[in-house]
């Protein structure tokens, strides 16, 4: 069985441009989540999607977005990139969210540069 | 914000020899998770502890966890130069959100 894919593996921009990042979960995984790692430091949640709706969001600005279709693949979209924004681009998914937790299985990553 | 930390931040060894990774948390948690990531690529799960539980094994791995005290502890035994790689703790409340720690980076020399 595929785990997690993430596409793509590398992406370079340059400031003020945007990015979308493709994820696609583990078959039958409902619930996809994304974290920003930057380097040297563990990776920061960003957002939580169940069934099409954000369960959660992190402390990130506006200019970071999300979205998560009906076959539960998901895309990170980001507008406006500063050069902080360059990160590993982190998709995991799980089976459902809830109050003790399912595991979560990450995909490989994209690794964002912002010149 | 990052809820743990873990200790130390580096750790070098030689093959053979074991390894133990503490991490130390904030806020009351439902579980506590232990990931390892090689080079800076996607993280791999190793073990889940509950918040009701103390102790738990997984081959050569053993994750301790004292709610009191708010920390964890990983001990990787008979440890090998594939090993090698960033380890992380993460905690888990409510939803499917994660807050991860810092990291060690563990380096296993043969």
């Known amino acids: 069985d595929a785990g997690v894919t993430q596409s793509p593996t590398h992406l370079i921009k340059t400031r003020g441009q945007h990015v979308t990042l493709r994820c696609s979960p583990i078959s039958g995984h409902k619930s996809v989540s994304w974290y920003q790692q930057v380097l040297g430091q563990g990776p920061q949640f960003i957002f939580q999607y169940y069934e099409k709706e954000e369960r959660g969001r992190g402390n990130f600005p506006d200019r970071f977005s999300a979205r998560q279709f009906p076959n539960y693949s998901s895309e990170l979209n980001v507008n406006a990139l500063l050069l902080g924004d360059s990160a590993l681009y982190l998709c995991a998914s799980s089976l459902e969210p809830g109050q003790i937790i399912n595991e979560q299985f990450f995909g490989p990553g994209t690794r964002l540069t912002v010149l | 914000s990052q809820q743990g930390e873990e200790d130390p931040q580096a750790l070098s060894i030689q093959e053979g020899e074991n390894a133990t990774m503490n991490c130390s948390y904030k806020?009351?948690?439902?579980?506590l998770q232990w990931y390892r990531q090689n080079s800076g690529r996607g993280l791999v799960h190793l073990i889940l502890?509950?918040?009701?539980?103390r102790e738990k094994h997984s081959g050569r791995l053993r994750v301790t966890l004292d709610t009191s005290k708010k920390s964890s502890s990983l001990l990787i035994t008979a440890s090998r130069a594939a090993d090698t790689a960033s380890y992380f703790c993460a905690t888990g409340r409510g939803y499917s959100t994660l807050t991860f720690g810092k990291g060690t980076m563990l380096l296993v020399s043969p």
């Open positions: 806020t009351s948690i439902n579980n």
């Open positions: 502890i509950r918040s009701n539980e």
